[in-house]
T-cell receptor, first 115, second 115 residues
């Protein structure tokens, strides 16, 4: 069964600084990978997704992520963080073979942005 | 398009009471899901449906039942609520595409407290 690990429970960065959120997955075949963001009291919004092809994926709000098969990682990055980026971020992996096509989520990383 | 909507947004139940959470989507999606979100645990799949009239169990189905009588609606029922079911419940939907990966669209969530 697939699994997702987000090693950092909580990260604090200064506004304008760069950001990298880590995600490691476990899955036997080529995974389908997603990053979602959840603002307080809100549902989850898709930031970006990786299906195949170019391993550097661009998303909304200036985010990007890089798929590294050798490291089983799909880290999320942003060159310059804005205060509005403060939220919880979830990495997720999906698999066509499971039939149900549900996603397996990591436990999330909460991002705080200092002025 | 409203996307995925959930009712109610908040609910407080006493132990042993029952209730039904309603999820509706207007995107003509085949797949629908119910997740629960608890601190530090990400989202866990309760039940899912791959089409009208079909439902199946996810990771944590005990204490819940579901029904999908219409394609656009997915109901989650708690027959006898327990404090362990205090959580935030999210509904999601996705399209079906053979050989195509899928992103899920989430509702705003229902915060349920069982006392």
């Amino acid at each position: 069964a697939q699994s997702v690990t987000q090693p950092d429970i909580h990260i604090t960065v200064s506004e304008g600084a760069s950001l990298e959120l880590r995600c490691n997955y476990s899955y036997g075949a080529t995974p389908y990978l997603f990053w979602y963001v959840q603002s307080p009291g809100q549902g989850l919004q898709l930031l970006l997704k990786y299906f195949s092809g170019d391993t550097l994926v661009q998303g909304i709000k200036g985010f990007e992520a890089e798929f590294k098969r050798s490291q089983s990682s799909f880290n999320l990055r942003k060159p310059s963080v804005h205060w509005s980026d403060a939220a919880e971020y979830f990495c997720a992996v999906g698999a066509l073979e499971t039939g149900r096509r549900a996603l397996t989520f990591g436990s999330g990383t909460r991002l705080q942005v200092q002025p | 398009n409203a996307g995925v909507t959930q009712t109610p947004k908040f609910r407080v139940l006493k132990t042993g009471q029952s209730m039904t959470l309603l999820c509706a989507q207007d995107m003509n999606h085949e797949y629908m899901y119910w997740y629960r979100q608890d601190p530090g645990m990400g989202l866990r799949l309760i039940h899912y449906s791959v089409g009208e009239g079909t439902t199946a169990k996810g990771e944590v189905p005990d204490g819940y039942n579901v029904s999908r009588l219409k394609k656009q609606n997915f109901l989650l029922g708690l027959e006898s609520a327990a404090p362990s079911q205090t959580s935030v419940y999210f509904c999601a939907s996705s399209y079906f595409g053979k050989g195509v990966a899928y992103e899920q669209y989430f509702g705003p969530g229902t915060r349920l407290t069982v006392t």
